[in-house]
């Protein structure tokens, strides 16, 4: 757990902007998300996973991500 506030500590910073308590917890939440998003995009490069999304709902892959 410690390793991963280090993590979005170091990725995100150490502070939070808002002022309100409310609007510090709801930063706070953002970077956990983000995190998250950036944990997820790098596994599924390391595996390679290119992930489908629109042929579920019939359109046809509309971007195309070039490896370099």
């Known amino acids: 757990m410690e390793s991963t506030f280090g993590a979005i ?3 995100f910073g150490e502070s939070v902007k808002s002022k ?3 609007a510090q917890e709801n930063e706070m939440l953002c ?4 995190y998250n998003i950036t944990v997820l995009i790098r596994s599924m490069v390391k595996m390679g996973i290119t992930p489908d999304f629109f042929t579920s709902v019939g359109i046809k892959n509309i971007v195309s ?3 370099t």
């Open 9 to 11: 500590k170091k990725k």
């Open 20 to 22: 309100n308590r409310v």
């Open 31 to 34: 970077k956990i998300i983000a």
């Open 65 to 67: 991500v070039k490896e």
